[in-house]
Antibody
Framework: QVQLVESGGDVVQPGRSLRLSCAASGFTFNTYAMHWVRQAPGKGLEWVALISYDGLNQYYAASVKGRFTISRDNSKNTVHLQMNSLRAEDAALYYC?????????????WGQGALVTVSS | EIVLTQSPATLSLSPGERATLSCRASQSVSSYLAWYQQKPGQAPRLLIYDASKRATDIPARFGGSGSGTDFTLTISSLEPEDSAVYYCQQGTNWLTFGQGTRLEIK
């Protein structure tokens, strides 16, 4: 059974950095692309970043490009999101999500989320 | 960026009724559209992908249709547990979501 467990959520000041992690189990991790998707309190869903199964390719939403970095460690079945220069609008519940099948298009399993609060 | 517009914003129906939720794309997404269900305090769950294919373990009462710019999620006979927010998402040009439709079961 697929399990995704996020960690690292915290309260941080604007301009500071934070690193989220996602521990994966129950599937062959190194054969699936992985995503981060966020949801601001009471709002809808926003895709944030994607990393290919081998870690060689990363893609970002325009709202975070240049500030966030997605990475993965296939030896540890983990994916990370390094968030720099955080802004108030980055405050959200960040979900780790597994790609559906062999493509990047959809998300078929989600974690329960890591809460990031950006406040001075 | 492809914008997805969902309608209605809120839908209130009784158990056993049929629900029809719409999603319109600002440009063609071919059939690369998915639907998700999100209940309060829970992560989203994939219901439909490629516009009409049911995901694993999704009941047959959930159906998807459409292509190009207009898509529909149909729940044929509502159950109380179908109360949730439903999001559409396109996978053609980057990845974007609609703003959601809240479905209330009376």
């Amino acid at each position: 059974q697929v399990q995704l467990v996020e960690s690292g959520g915290d309260v941080v000041q604007p301009g500071r950095s934070l690193r989220l992690s996602c521990a994966a189990s129950g599937f062959t991790f190194n054969t699936y692309a992985m995503h981060w998707v966020r949801q601001a309190p009471g709002k809808g869903l926003e895709w944030v970043a994607l990393i290919s199964y081998d870690g060689l390719n990363q893609y970002y939403a325009a709202s975070v490009k240049g500030r966030f970095t997605i990475s993965r460690d296939n030896s540890k079945n983990t994916v990370h999101l390094q968030m720099n220069s955080l802004r108030a609008e980055d405050a959200a519940l960040y979900y780790c999500a597994k790609s559906h099948g062999g493509n990047y298009k959809y998300f078929d399993n989600w974690g329960q989320g890591a809460l990031v609060t950006v406040s001075s | 960026e492809i914008v997805l517009t969902q309608s209605p914003a809120t839908l209130s129906l009784s158990p056993g009724e049929r629900a029809t939720l719409s999603c319109r794309a600002s440009q063609s997404v071919s059939s690369y559209l998915a639907w998700y269900q999100q209940k309060p305090g829970q992560a989203p769950r994939l219901l439909i992908y490629d516009a009409s294919k049911r995901a694993t373990d999704i009941p047959a009462r959930f159906g998807g249709s459409g292509s190009g710019t207009d898509f529909t999620l149909t729940i044929s006979s509502l159950e109380p547990e179908d109360s949730a927010v439903y999001y559409c998402q396109q996978g053609t040009n980057w990845l974007t979501f609609g703003q959601g439709t809240r479905l209330e079961i009376k």
